[in-house]
């Protein structure tokens, strides 16, 4: 297991921990002000979302690189499935287009896969898994040729209706297998697994090779929104050394990268104060 | 699997779905007018809540009886471990036998076991678990001197973090191998598991003469609030009659018992039509 006390090489900052995922929400600083404030601290790197790069994915890329951060990846594509999917498979396959050449733009080595909930009028997550792996197969070779990596990312159980029919490793695991494309592989996120006592065989079951990110934050023992009440690592009840022993017990060598979703808390704060926190905490419980 | 198209007997209706196991919710029926309306629809039997029994197990359980129905279980244990528990082992363990002592009482031959969440001061399920494990062999020989069968019911993960820290029918089989006694076994709950890839091989791997338990409700695609927002059958996204012929090709033959807490929905409806309509849902879509 790698020792972080004194070395933040590996730590990459999600910019959704400082609201920068939700319209409305955060001190709103412009990326290369975020990219500055890591490279101060000697964060590693930095995971943006669609929202803030517009079409600026390539200047923003080498403004990263330049002042000296990797960019090891983007959030996300569009959801591929369910209620809160585009209306026609052509308006979802373009705006997944959309999202790898903006991750190519960037550089970024990793898009994040967040595939959608329940396909409308069926039941049971098995279709819905079925549609995702027939797009993720379309889309693979485009990700391919652009030297982008799709994560794809099991969320929480709790948001397999809406947000993401794909709510576990095993399925994730399955999903691979089953879209059997070298540039697929899973992101795995605490807040996501740390429940999931079959974490190790089933990462066993993925290989190191399919790992392609690893998420930090914590789950507050009493969260009182679903969606934006992340807490930051140490506040909440997930075994995070135990989680990171097992997901770097299965081969994974990548960034670890905090990304806490907290509209009531981190987001009201002033960002360096959430960024020297998160650096304290990575170095500490992580 | 049972065809309950025009056979009611193995349906029960777990009191919760008229509001009876929250304070102030529900129309507040008293346990025989419920009995009454049940019998009269020709529903099998009835699962209470400890609120609405107090004193009276032993002359409510025969008033049941009397009018046409079984009494199939009793919700349920104190928690017994985590943030929300009883302050002291003592008071726990008082708490669990009385609500042991009622169910005997009420000659429900299965207690519901919700185990409550991670011990303050812990991290992870692990620690929590082995906790519940020990109490629940303290327990057993009390339960089976009085022919109560403790159903440990894993529930969402989404509850791990503060109402129970076993979340899956996997550690749920675990847990009934740990305590080996052969009055624990486990309730399966559709909110709770109908995301889980895994059912079918862990109600293998419990075995049929664990299982104590199926019940029903539907898993809303958009859950506003995650407690109180069950949906009635058919109005959400699990596939019941699937996880049904999973439950009973495990070799389940008890009873199905409807539990939908919905507060902002069918707690708000009259008992006779929320009854009418979880009848007419059990025949067609269950």
Redesign the interface.
Known sequence: MRDFSSNLSALAINTATLGHNVEGHGAGWPPERVVDACAQRGIGGIVYWRREIGSRSVPLGERTRAGGLRVDGLCRTPFLVG?LALPTRQAIMDDFYASIDMAAGLGAPVLTVVVG??V?G?????ESLGLVADLMAVAAPRAAASGVKLALEPL???Y???RSCL??V??AV?LCNAIAHPCVGIAIDVYHV?????LKEELKRAGPERILGYHLCD?????RD?LLDRGMMGD?????K?IRATVEGAGYTGPCEIEIFSAADWWTRDPDDVLDTCVARFQRVC
């Open positions: 209620p909930g329940v409308p069926t039941r049971g997550l098995s929480h159980p709790v397999a209706g809406d709510v576990s095993r399925d399955a740390w429940w999931d006592s079959s789950w507050l023992a009493t969260t679903i909440g009840v997930a075994d995070l135990s």
